[in-house]
């Protein structure tokens, strides 16, 4: 079951020139780490009833390098809470839509994550999480 739109992503060039940007804009800052698995730091600011996550590469192969290198900074993905990522996964997959992973991956915040490829989702990157307890 979908919860809610968890946050939005936004792939930067670089938090240090894109935070205050985002500040000025009127938001504040939640939060904020490394996430190793996707080879990206982001940073949270609440926006209402959801986040904004502006997402930096911390290598060149991340696939936001990559992202920023063909469509340069922007949008990058929404993400939906789900209530049990594992089941939301299996029903998906028997739909036909192309998961970028077969097991959820550890995401910001313990939560855990998965990707539904952009070619299956009418061109849009969609992240499922599953909030830890
Ligand atoms: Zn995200």
């Known amino acids: 079951m979908i919860k809610g739109v968890n946050h939005i992503g936004i792939a930067v060039r670089s938090l240090q020139e894109s935070v205050p940007l985002y500040r000025a804009l009127g938001l504040e800052v939640s939060g904020g780490e490394e996430v190793p ?23 060149p192969e991340s696939p936001i390098a990559k992202f920023i290198a063909t469509r340069g900074e922007g949008l990058h993905h929404i993400c939906l809470e789900v209530d049990d990522i594992r089941a939301t996964m299996a029903e998906l997959a028997g739909q036909g839509f192309q998961l970028l992973s077969e097991e959820p991956k550890p995401g910001a915040h313990g939560t855990e994550v998965c990707f539904i490829h952009p070619r299956s989702a009418g061109g849009v990157l969609i992240e499922l999480c599953q909030v830890g307890e």
Not at 37 to 59: H, K, P, Y
């Open 37 to 59: 698995s996707e080879m990206v730091r982001v940073a949270f600011f609440s926006a209402g009833g959801t986040r904004i996550e502006l997402l930096e590469a911390t290598a």
